[in-house]
């Protein structure tokens, strides 16, 4: 009897994360409601009841964490006059990747007189992981913005090391369509020996960039710069008939990071405050 060779075993394609999803709202009867809610894969929305502005909305990712090849979409659209303030669940995990990248693309619109707070929580890096962030943001005339990004590159409490990996995080920030703030912030391949350096982050692994476009932010430039202290600073321009605040912070840490991202977020936030997520 002629024996038939054993073939390659065959490998099933991994499945990977695929997610979207849009939130628009709007001001109608003397407060910001709902419009739409679209949610497809494992990208969903919440929303906390709240009695007053700012809506609330609570992005999750059901998959619980991102590596190579998968993407996740998120949209909000602020109507005129209308006041959203947006975090997630949990702090987002980038893991190990295999092959490709991890990717998030964030699009934000704000119409006129309108408010949006982008407030999500630490992006947590891990070893060997590959990952790339787009956020857009398009204001119109007289309309105000707050947005933070945190990462924190290995979780020291847990005995990990982000040590290796590649990271890419752009922003574009535009106004009456005209572009306000651009920016390209890449680290990688040897991100331990990058950010070891006393002219990045003298070996911090926390940092976070917080902007600001609003009017008031020439009155809240010195109180910023008290809370963020000598790991970080903030500066302050005119644009647009607007003003922007960009700051900057880094830590030991993601603990010490958020012990000053949280005063720093109440202060930035006005009345709104702090998300009813965020906690030490």
């Excluded at 998968?70 to 303030?85: F, H, I, K, M, N």
Aim: aromatic fraction near 6%; include cysteine; glycine fraction near 12%.
């Amino acid at each position: 009897m002629d024996m038939i060779e054993p073939g390659p075993a065959f490998v099933p394609p991994a499945q990977r994360v695929a997610g979207t999803a849009r939130l628009g709202c709007d001001r109608n009867g003397g407060r910001t409601r709902l419009r739409q809610l679209y949610q497809d894969g494992s990208a969903k929305i919440r929303m906390p009841a709240v009695s007053a502005d700012p809506l609330e909305a609570v992005l999750i990712n059901t998959a619980g964490g991102l590596t190579g090849g998968d993407r996740l979409g998120w949209e909000v659209d602020v109507g005129a006059g209308a006041c959203a303030s947006i975090t997630t669940q949990a702090c987002e995990k980038i893991y190990r990747a295999a092959a490709d990248r991890a990717e998030v693309r964030v699009k934000l619109t704000v119409g006129a007189g309108g408010r949006i707070a982008w407030l999500p929580q630490e992006t947590i890096v891990f070893d060997r992981s590959a990952f790339a962030r787009r956020l857009d943001l398009e204001l119109a005339t007289g309309a105000e913005a707050l947005v933070l990004e945190a990462t924190v590159f290995g979780r020291l409490a847990m005995g990990e090391r982000a040590a290796h990996g590649n990271f890419h995080d752009r922003w574009r920030v535009s106004q009456h369509g005209a572009l306000v703030h651009a920016e390209d912030f890449r680290i990688g391949p040897d991100i331990a020996a990058i950010l070891g350096g006393s002219a990045v982050a003298g070996g911090a692994i926390a940092m976070a960039t917080v902007l600001m476009i609003s009017p008031r932010v020439k009155d809240l430039l010195d109180p910023a710069r008290d809370i963020i202290g000598g790991q970080g600073d903030a500066s302050v321009w005119s644009v647009r008939k607007s003003g922007k605040l960009l700051a900057r912070l880094f830590a030991e840490d993601g603990y010490q990071l958020r012990k000053r991202l949280v005063p720093l977020v109440e202060l930035l936030n006005g009345l709104a405050g702090l998300p009813k997520l965020w906690s030490l």
